[in-house]
C-alpha cells in the first residue's frame, strides 16, 4: 500500500536528509554541552552552533538590532514560547486581546493568567476565520496591555491580517505577540518591520527542524519587561545566585536542546536553498488541486474560506454530511493508506467559529513533498468513503 502522509500542519514530514543527518552527527560527532566545558575545541564548536542557529532565525524573521542573535531564545516549541511571553509580561489588572480563531497554545496560558486577575478579552472573527481590523480597532479604544493572535488557522488555514494589526496596535502603542506556528519557513514576515513585541515559532512545521524546537524573536524594550519562566543555570554569570538579565541567558535556564537545534540550523540552511516563496508556491498549487477535487464531492463541507473568500495556507477541514470523522480518518489511513487529522486539533475555539463544534473535522494539509498524483488519488479516497453507507 503507498502512504500518503497529509498531517503536515502537525508536522512537516518527510525532513530533509541534511535535518536528520546534522541530528545523528551532533550526536555522534560532537556532543559538547555549550558553556558547560573545559573550552575544548568540541565545547566551542557547541557554542558555535548555537550562535549560527540564532543568526539564522534573527536573518529570517527580520530580528531587531540589525538582527542581533542575543533576541532569540530558543524553546522546545511555540506553545513553550507563547508561555514565556504571556506569563512573563501579563500580570493582575492587565487587558489582553486574542481572536476567537486561536491554538490552546494561546488559550490555556490566557485562561491559567484570568484566574490570576488578568482580564482576557476574545474578539469574534468571521465564519470563514478571519479578524476584521475594524473589530481589532474598535476592541482597543479601551486600553488595552497585549493584543496576542495567530498568523494563520491550524484549522481552516486562514490567514489574518497581520499587517494591519500591527498598525492598529502600534498606533495604541500596544505590544503585539504573533504565534507563527503555521507560517514560519512558508511565509515571509519581519518582526523589526512589523514593529511585534515578540514572534513566536516552532522548529518542526514549516521550517522542517526537529521536534522540540522552536524560538522568540523578541523587541529589546520589551523582552527586558518580561519575566523569565524558569530560572536555573546558564553557563553564565556562575557566581550570581539570581537569573541573569543578559540576553540570550535570561529566558534560557538549562541546557538546550542542542541535537534539535542542529537539525534546525540544517533546516535553515535547506530553506536558503530552496527559499520560503517557491516552498509556499508549491504547496498553493497543491492545495487549489485538493480544494477543487473536495469540493466536487457530494455533502462535504469545507471549513472557513475557499478560493476568493480570503487568504489561506492549504491546511482544508471538511465533514461529510452523515460521516464522523474519526472513523473517515481511521478507514483514510487502514484503506488507502493516507495520514490526516480529525477532532477539534486542540483549537476549540476556532472549531465554535467556524460552527464545527463539538464534533471537530478532518484536516488535510498537504506539504511541499507531496505530488499532485497523490492528491488526486486522496480526493479520490474520500470520494469513495463519501458513497460507502
Not at 253 to 258: E, R, S, V
Request: net charge negative; hydrophobic share 40%.
Amino acid at each position: 500500500m503507498k502512504h500518503i502522509y497529509l498531517n503536515n500542519a502537525a508536522t512537516t514530514w518527510p525532513k530533509p536528509p541534511a535535518v536528520a543527518d546534522a541530528v545523528y552527527r551532533f550526536m555522534t560527532q560532537d556532543g559538547a554541552n555549550a558553556s558547560r566545558g573545559s573550552a575544548s575545541e568540541r565545547d566551542l564548536k557547541s557554542l558555535g552552533l548555537l550562535f549560527a542557529v540564532r543568526e539564522q532565525a534573527a536573518e529570517m524573521f527580520g530580528g531587531y538590532e540589525d538582527a542581533a542573535p542575543q533576541y532569540v531564545t530558543f524553546t522546545q516549541n511555540v506553545t513553550h514560547s507563547l508561555n514565556i511571553v504571556l506569563k512573563g509580561y501579563l500580570k493582575r489588572g492587565m487587558r489582553v486581546l486574542t481572536t476567537s480563531v486561536e491554538h490552546n497554545s494561546v488559550i490555556r496560558p490566557l485562561r491559567e493568567l484570568e484566574t490570576g486577575g488578568v482580564r482576557v478579552e476574545i474578539m469574534r472573527c468571521s465564519a470563514k476565520g478571519f479578524l476584521s481590523p475594524k473589530t481589532l480597532d474598535e476592541a482597543l479604544k479601551e486600553h488595552a496591555d497585549m493584543v496576542v493572535m495567530t498568523h494563520c488557522s491550524n484549522v481552516s488555514g486562514s490567514l489574518q491580517p497581520i499587517e494591519e494589526a500591527a498598525l492598529i496596535c502600534a498606533k495604541r502603542v500596544v505590544p503585539l505577540v504573533v504565534d507563527c506556528a503555521q507560517t514560519a519557513g512558508i511565509i515571509d514576515i519581519n518582526a523589526k518591520d512589523l514593529g511585534l513585541s515578540a514572534l513566536c515559532f516552532t522548529g518542526h512545521k514549516g521550517l522542517m527542524g526537529p521536534q522540540g524546537t522552536g524560538g522568540i524573536v523578541w523587541k529589546p524594550d520589551f523582552a527586558e519587561k518580561c519575566s523569565p519562566l524558569a530560572v536555573g543555570g546558564t553557563g553564565s554569570l556562575s557566581h550570581e545566585e539570581t537569573q541573569p538579565g543578559l540576553m540570550p541567558d535570561k529566558f534560557e535556564a538549562g541546557t538546550p536542546n542542542l541535537p534539535g537545534l542542529a537539525g534546525l540550523n540544517a533546516a535553515f540552511e535547506y530553506l536558503k536553498d530552496k527559499t520560503p516563496a517557491a516552498i509556499a508556491e508549491t504547496e498553493r498549487k497543491l492545495g487549489e488541486r485538493l480544494e477543487e477535487g473536495l469540493l466536487r464531492i457530494d455533502g462535504l463541507h469545507i471549513a472557513g474560506a475557499v478560493r476568493g473568500e480570503g487568504p489561506r495556507l492549504p491546511v482544508y477541514s471538511f465533514n461529510i454530511d452523515g460521516k464522523d470523522n474519526g472513523i473517515l480518518a481511521r478507514n483514510l489511513s487502514d484503506v488507502f493508506g493516507i495520514e490526516s487529522r480529525p477532532g477539534l486539533h486542540c483549537s476549540p475555539l476556532a472549531h465554535r467559529t467556524l460552527g464545527t463544534f463539538p464534533q471537530g473535522a478532518l484536516r488535510l494539509s498537504p506539504g511541499c513533498f507531496n505530488t499532485a498524483e497523490e492528491i488526486d488519488m486522496t480526493v479520490e479516497a474520500v470520494r469513495e468513503l463519501q458513497k460507502r453507507s
